[in-house]
């Protein structure tokens, strides 16, 4: 008697603490961010420097002075020291002038011709922490600074992706603005209304939020219904109304096998793995791969198009140093043999010190960090890019 009592004391209306706790964390979030950007400004991309615009594109930097001094194409900003500094919009532009001049099509703008598909890569993996927002968003934004019309779609209710691109999704989106409003059963908006421009001049995003859960849940009901179109088919029909404006479609999926990130799959025309290589990942991933297999067996029989141009594991947060993960790595290429990108990307403080501050390697500045460790991960970075890329050309038959 005494002890229920004692328990009728302390219980406490869960609802309502968690609600509470959810209001002052939101109050927190937002002075932060407050903090971090002033308010109602969006996020702005920095300059380029020569010696790194002439590495995306290719040339040698004395080329690019050359341009300049001859009065061609964009002019650079003259910064300290002389150096010469480039806007993100001024590197496209080159581009677009280089291609003009350019021996083979396709040298300096490497996206879609004549009657090239538009390619769809999924970043998944249902191991939370496994690197897919991460790879997912250093993808998508040198493959906008490589020349490619890029469309990137957070898929994840928890929006990390769309964080680190400047929106806070408690504050940004209360009206929807997800790809939840262009895929939901009743009233669906055009996948245009839903898109939105970043500050990289060929990179544009559709954001998430909680609201993408709703079509987890409305989805057995349709089932049940039986009215609409299918679950599986309705991200693809979206996507093919922007078909046009982009190279590539770029997904970061949430850490679950639901009906987004299957819908995701099955409008994928790529798809990409994240590999954290320890046991546990490795168990975990393999679960995954089980029901991946079964889910999409299903869709498949549905009438869901599951083919692929190519599927890669990308090894993720790589320490070279580390036996464990050797082994992990080792075993994985025994198995999967190609399928695994032969670039890992380094585990790095240079990355997650950027996350930090919601930003990703290719937003920082060089001296922000100590050269060597900030070129390692570059260096990382740019090659798993670069494979990839290659798959996509590859894809296009080239
Ligand atoms: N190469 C890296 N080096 C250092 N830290 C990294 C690296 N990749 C990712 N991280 C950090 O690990 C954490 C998890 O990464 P990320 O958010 O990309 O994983 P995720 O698979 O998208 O997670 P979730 O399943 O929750 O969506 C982040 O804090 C990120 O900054
Ligand atoms: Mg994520």
């Not at 590495?55 to 690019?64: F, I, Q, T, W």
């Not at 791969?289 to 549905?302: D, R």
């Not at 790589?318 to 999967?336: H, I, K, L, T």
Request: charged share 25%; proline share 5%.
């Amino acid at each position: 008697m005494k002890g229920q009592t004692a328990v009728s004391h302390v219980k406490q209306r869960i609802d309502l603490l968690v609600g509470e706790h959810a209001q002052k964390l939101s109050e927190r979030l937002q002075a932060h961010r407050e903090q971090l950007f002033p308010p109602h400004a969006r996020k702005s991309l920095r300059k380029f420097t020569s010696g790194e615009v002439a590495k995306l594109l290719g040339v040698k930097d004395a080329y690019l002075r050359k341009l300049s001094l001859d009065g061609k194409g964009p002019q650079p900003e003259t910064g300290a020291g002389g150096r010469r500094l480039y806007t993100p919009q001024d590197i496209l532009d080159l581009r677009h002038l280089l291609e003009k001049g350019a021996k083979a099509q396709g040298t300096y703008l490497p996206g879609r011709r004549g009657e090239d598909h538009l390619q769809v890569i999924s970043v998944i993996n249902f191991k939370g922490g496994s690197g897919k927002t991460t790879t997912a968003a250093h993808l998508a934004q040198k493959l906008a600074l490589d020349g490619y019309r890029t469309l990137v779609i957070d898929l994840d209710p928890q929006a990390s992706l769309s964080a680190l691109h400047g929106y806070q999704p408690e504050f940004d989106l209360l009206d929807g603005g997800t790809l939840y409003d262009a895929i939901r059963y009743e009233d669906p908006v055009a996948l245009k209304d839903v898109i939105q421009k970043t500050y990289f001049p060929n990179l544009d995003i559709v954001p998430g939020n909680l609201d993408l859960m709703e079509f987890e849940h409305e989805t057995p009901r349709a089932l049940v219904g039986g009215s609409g179109e299918m679950f599986f088919t309705r991200v693809g029909s979206k996507l093919a109304e922007v078909r046009d404006d982009y190279d590539v479609v770029v997904f970061d999926c949430p850490p679950q096998l639901g009906f987004l990130t299957m819908s995701a799959l099955s409008a994928a025309t790529a798809v990409l793995v994240t590999v954290h290589p320890q046991m546990l990942d490795v168990m975990s991933m393999c679960q995954f791969l089980l029901m991946t297999s079964n889910l999409l067996g299903v869709v498949s029989e549905a009438g869901g198009d599951m083919s692929y141009d190519w599927l890669r594991y990308v090894v993720t947060r790589y320490e070279p140093g580390d036996g464990p993960q050797n082994q992990m790595v080792s075993f994985m290429r025994a198995m999967f043999g190609e399928h695994v990108l032969n670039h890992p990307v380094l585990k790095s403080t240079a990355i997650s010190d950027a996350g930090l501050t919601k930003q990703t390697l290719y937003e920082v500045e060089r001296n922000q960090f100590t050269r060597a460790t900030y070129d390692r991960a570059m260096e990382s970075l740019n090659s798993v890019n670069e494979e990839i890329e290659g798959l996509i050309q590859a894809a296009w038959g080239r």
